[in-house]
């Protein structure tokens, strides 16, 4: 049984001290690294497809809440309000869409500006109870890779199938194991806001979207504002689960009371779609440990290079190396400690991706002999070629170790 508690220890990608209390882990540097290299991606992806980042606080007053309807359908999952005085509270946030909808009322809004992408991978919380916390997979403070794009009506259908495009290949670098896609609909009961034909005008938009496409039903796994597409994953044991979603809101657009001015000069109001491609870096970290079984493809291992000199007199050609490589922008250690066979096993046991030797030969022709962490050693390179061909492999985000062809 793979666990991803056990992996984050052992190999330091993250803690959990009870100190700083159940289900707030702390990412430690080489977590750090891996999730930093993810992010950095996620946002490339997004910024080419047309998206606008930015920056808003993980706490808003209550008002902002009630407004968003949160505190009316959503206060069992949110912490208690934070009083500062009788008419001054703050709430942690459940969810980034109230301030996205604050950003998109900033100024007055035309049609030619949609579709407006608002992203941000941002911090909100959940008041998960303890019994449920473990690791990363279930957290009290959540890091959301989200974004609500708001368009006009007729705009969805291709807004959605666009996002579904940039999930599949998200999941495709990160190696995520698809399970396929999940139509969340409405079941019994109240906890739900909008009229019935809001509701079916959104099934049929995300019905329209999944045209082609195939895909199961789950009734009552809407959201409280709308139906949804889950994007279904299978974890390391074979069990299925949500890590990204494309949901559609008439509500919050109303609660706002969002508008744009049309080409024949009328005010409209636009649809929000509610979106995330990889989810929390909480749950996906969760998952990539335990499917990867800690060895991260090259692009986001925390370490992507260990340098070996094999006795005390590469030491200066090692730093050197180590020096090409940070500057190649590569994550690059060297490690002079102790038999070169415990420090290959080291590095072996850390799933570093590639292990750099450098014996008396290598330092004297400027070269360095590569081993991979699947057990492949290709002929000592000139160090320029391998650092050429880490590179490439990092640039392509490939699964292999090996550039292709
Ligand atoms: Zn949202």
Redesign the pocket.
């Known amino acids: 049984m793979i666990d991803h508690r056990r992996l984050g220890r052992e190999l330091d990608l993250f803690v959990s001290d009870p100190l700083a209390g159940a289900g707030l882990p702390i990412w430690l540097p080489a977590g750090a690294a891996a999730r930093h290299a993810v992010e950095e991606y996620v946002r490339e992806l997004e910024r080419r497809a047309g998206y606008r980042h930015v920056y808003s606080p993980p706490l808003g007053k209550r008002e902002l809440f009630e407004l968003s309807g949160h505190l009316g359908y959503f206060a069992d999952d949110m912490f208690p309000p934070l009083r500062l005085s009788a008419d001054d509270e703050f709430v942690l946030r459940p969810?980034?869409?109230p301030h996205h909808a604050l950003v998109y009322r900033a100024r007055g809004r035309s049609y030619r500006e949609l579709p407006l992408r608002v992203a941000e991978l941002g911090g909100m919380y959940r008041a998960e109870r303890s019994g449920v916390l473990g690791g990363l997979s279930r957290v009290r403070a959540i890091s959301l890779n989200?974004a609500?794009n708001f368009c006009a009506l007729d705009q969805v259908g291709a807004e959605v199938r666009e996002v579904l495009g940039l999930i599949r290949q998200a999941h495709a670098a990160l190696g995520v194991r698809s399970a396929g896609f999940r139509l969340s609909l409405r079941g019994p009961g109240e906890k739900y806001v909008g009229d019935d034909a809001q509701w079916a005008r959104a099934e049929d938009l995300l019905r329209a979207a999944l045209d082609g496409v195939q895909f199961t039903e789950a009734p009552g796994e809407a959201a409280f504002y709308g139906p949804k597409i889950d994007v279904q994953i299978l974890d390391a044991a074979g069990r299925e689960s949500t890590i990204a979603t494309v949901q559609l809101d008439f509500d919050k657009p109303e609660r706002f009371d969002l508008s744009y001015t049309d080409s024949d000069g009328a005010r409209r109001r636009p649809v929000m779609v509610?979106r995330s491609l990889v989810g929390s870096m909480e749950r996906l970290f969760a998952y990539l440990i335990e499917v990867h079984q800690g060895a991260f493809p090259a692009w986001y291992a925390p370490v992507q290079l260990v340098v070996l000199p094999v006795d005390a007199g590469q030491a200066d050609a090692a730093e050197e190396l180590a020096h090409r490589a940070l500057d190649a922008g590569l994550r690059v250690e060297v490690d002079h400690a102790g038999s070169l066979g415990a420090r290959v096993r080291d590095a072996t046991r850390r799933k570093v991706p590639y292990v750099g030797v450098v014996g008396a030969r290598e330092a004297a022709d400027g070269s360095v002999a590569l081993r991979l962490r699947d057990g492949r050693g290709p002929d000592p390179l000139p160090v320029a070629d391998a650092l050429r061909l880490i590179g490439r492999v990092v640039a392509e985000r490939s699964a292999d170790l090996l550039p292709a062809g």
């Open positions: 969810a980034l869409c989200d609500h509610h």
